[in-house]
């Protein structure tokens, strides 16, 4: 098991990683975050909407299911969003330079990064 640190710096070792929390979704509050250029408080509410959006639409489509991660690809970065399955409530967020990252190592790394979290 990681603490919330030692996670986000091993997230920030992944190949293109610009910046990472961890995020409260009752509260889009960060419980930790590395990395810059964005605003990651302001990122964190945002995304908190993404997930409860989502979960919404799940719940209205009678989906039992869970989420895995969320993709979010712009021109220039990915940003990936992952719900944590030990820890109801949380989520990873992840902002990937395009250019640099590849996609798929990036999320198994998210996955093993946040089944290893500890709080």
Known sequence: MASINDSLAAIMG???ALCCALVD???GMLMGQAGSGIDMEMAAAGNTEVVRAKLRTMNSLKLNDSIDDMLITLGKQYHI????AAH???FMYVVLDK??????LARRKVQDV???ISL
């Open 14 to 16: 992944i190949d293109g």
């Open 114 to 116: 946040e089944s290893a």
């Open 88 to 90: 109801t409530g949380l």
């Open 81 to 84: 969003i992952r719900p944590s």
């Open 99 to 104: 250019a640099r990252a590849n996609l798929a």
């Open 25 to 27: 979704s009752g509260s």
